[in-house]
C-alpha cells in the first residue's frame, strides 16, 4: 500500500521572549529536595496457589501444611485480614490480581489458538504496565501456569495491549512439572518479573479426596520455599528480588470441596510477601485484598497501575528513613538538570551519573503523587540525556505546576523542582 499526503511534520515554535521566563524559571529548578525512597527490589515475582483455603494455610496455628511459608513469614510480612473482595472463583479473581481491579472479562477469536474463542481482561495488566512503562522486552515478564491449551490473554486498552503481554509459558500438568518450567524459564531468561500460577489445590479440593488437597498444599508450601531458596542462591535475583506469595480465593467454611461464594471460607485469602524492601516478621492487620498486590508490585519497580482500583501495600514495606540506614544518600556527583524550556511535548534533562548503575527518573507532583517514570535502567557513569513526554500522560496531559524530579543511582538520590507549562 502506497501512503501519500502525510499530514505536515510538527514544527515547535519557540514564542518570543521565553528567556526572561526561564530565568525565573531557574531560580525555582535551583532548589533542591531529597525525601523519595529508594527500593533495593529490581526483580518481582509473584505466585498464586489456586484454593488454598486460610484454616489449612497460615490460619492454622500449627502451620501442618505450610511448614516452609510459615518459616519464611519470619523473615517477611503476611497481611491477615487478606480478602478476595469480588468474585470467588478463579476466571475472575485471577483477572484480578494481574490487573489491581475486578476487570471485565471478554472472549475474541486468538490467532494464537488457532482461531478459536479466547478470554483476555478489559483492564491493563501487571505485565502490560510492567512493559510499557519500563521499556521491557517480553523475556522480562514471563507468566508461568501448567498446560492449559491456550492461556487467557491480558488486555487490549488501546494504551497497552498485546504489544505488551508477557511472554505465556504453559507447560506441564501438576505443580512440580509447572514449577520445574518455571526454573528452566528463570535460568534461561532471568526474568525481571514472573508470574507462577499453581493450579492443583484447588483441583484437589474439587476432587474430594482430603488427603489429596492437603498433600498439594504441602507441596505448593515446599515450592514456595524452594522458588525463595533458588532466588538467595542466584546472583541475579539474590537481595534485589521481591517475592508475593497469594491465592485468587478460599473454599467454603463448610465444605472444601467447593468454593464461590460470600462465606469467610471463601473470602479469607492470604498474603506473604518478602524481600529486601519489606518489614520482616511483620504480622499486618490492615485489612487489604487481591487488589492490592499489582499496584504494590509498581511501587516496588516504578511504574503506575492507573486503572487498579487497588492500593499500593505501603504498610509492609520499610519506612523511606530506616533505623538501618537505608535513607538514600544525596550526593553532589549525582545530578538532575532540566534542558531548555519548559513547555512543550517533549522535556529533556540531563542526568548525571558519578559511577554505573541501576537508574530512575522520577515525576511527582509536589503532593507526593507519582506522575510518570521517564526512564528506567542501568546506566554507564557520566551525562545521559532523558526524556519526558508531559503531554502523554493517562487521562490527559500533565497539568501545568510544579512537579519534583527525582534521580536515584546507586544508593544515591538527587531531586529538582521543575515547572510545567503545558
Ligand atoms: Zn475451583
Ligand atoms: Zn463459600
Redesign the pocket.
Known amino acids: 500500500m502506497h501512503h501519500h499526503a502525510l499530514p505536515p511534520p510538527v514544527r515547535h515554535t519557540r514564542p518570543r521572549g521565553f528567556r526572561g521566563a526561564a530565568t525565573a524559571m531557574a531560580a525555582v529548578v535551583a532548589i533542591g529536595l531529597s525525601t523519595s525512597h529508594a527500593y533495593d527490589t529490581e526483580n518481582v515475582i509473584v505466585v498464586i496457589i489456586d484454593g488454598v483455603r486460610y484454616s489449612e494455610g497460615f490460619g492454622d496455628t500449627s502451620h501442618t501444611y505450610v511448614p516452609r511459608m510459615s518459616g519464611l513469614a519470619r523473615d517477611g510480612a503476611i497481611i491477615e485480614p487478606f480478602l478476595n473482595d469480588g468474585y470467588?472463583y478463579t476466571s475472575r479473581a485471577i483477572p484480578a490480581i494481574w490487573c489491581g481491579a475486578w476487570t471485565e472479562v471478554s472472549t475474541f477469536t486468538d490467532p494464537d489458538c488457532g482461531g478459536t474463542q479466547n478470554n483476555y481482561s478489559r483492564s491493563p495488566t501487571v505485565f502490560e504496565y510492567f512493559r510499557k512503562q519500563l521499556d521491557q522486552p517480553e523475556e522480562e515478564c514471563i507468566y508461568v501456569l501448567k498446560d492449559v491449551g491456550c492461556p487467557w490473554k491480558a488486555s487490549f486498552d488501546p494504551d497497552y495491549g498485546p504489544e505488551y503481554w508477557p511472554m505465556y509459558h504453559s507447560e506441564g500438568y501438576t505443580d512440580l512439572a509447572v514449577w520445574g518450567e518455571a526454573q528452566t524459564v528463570l535460568a534461561t531468561y532471568e526474568p525481571k518479573f514472573l508470574m507462577l500460577y499453581l493450579a492443583e489445590v484447588d483441583q484437589a479440593g474439587h476432587s474430594g479426596d482430603w488427603a489429596y488437597y492437603t498433600r498439594a498444599i504441602a507441596t505448593a508450601d515446599r515450592i514456595v520455599g524452594e522458588i525463595w531458596d533458588y532466588l538467595q542462591a542466584d546472583p541475579a535475583y539474590a537481595g534485589r528480588t521481591t517475592m508475593f506469595v497469594t491465592n485468587d480465593h478460599?473454599?467454603?467454611?463448610?465444605d472444601w470441596t467447593?468454593?464461590?461464594?460470600?462465606?469467610a471460607?471463601?473470602r479469607t485469602i492470604q498474603l506473604l510477601a518478602l524481600g529486601p524492601d519489606i518489614v520482616p516478621g511483620l504480622v499486618s492487620t490492615t485489612p487489604r485484598t487481591l487488589r492490592d498486590i499489582t499496584p504494590t508490585v509498581g511501587e516496588l519497580l516504578g511504574f503506575d497501575t492507573e486503572d487498579a482500583t487497588g492500593a499500593s501495600l505501603l504498610e509492609i514495606l520499610k519506612p523511606a528513613v530506616g533505623a538501618d540506614g537505608r535513607l538514600p544518600v544525596a550526593r553532589a556527583d549525582l545530578r538532575i538538570v532540566p534542558l531548555g524550556v519548559p513547555f512543550g511535548l517533549r522535556r529533556d534533562f540531563m542526568l548525571s551519573l558519578p559511577c554505573p548503575g541501576f537508574t530512575a527518573l522520577t515525576v511527582h507532583t509536589t503532593a507526593g503523587h507519582l506522575v510518570a517514570t521517564p526512564f528506567r535502567g542501568w546506566l554507564s557513569a557520566g551525562d545521559h540525556q532523558v526524556h519526558w513526554y508531559p503531554a502523554e500522560a493517562r487521562g490527559g496531559a500533565t497539568a501545568a505546576g510544579v512537579y519534583i524530579l527525582t534521580v536515584e543511582s546507586g544508593p544515591g538520590v538527587a531531586s529538582t523542582l521543575t515547572v510545567h507549562l503545558p
Do not use: E, K, L
Open positions: 470467588t478460599g473454599r467454603h467454611t463448610y467447593g468454593h464461590g461464594c460470600d462465606c471460607g471463601c
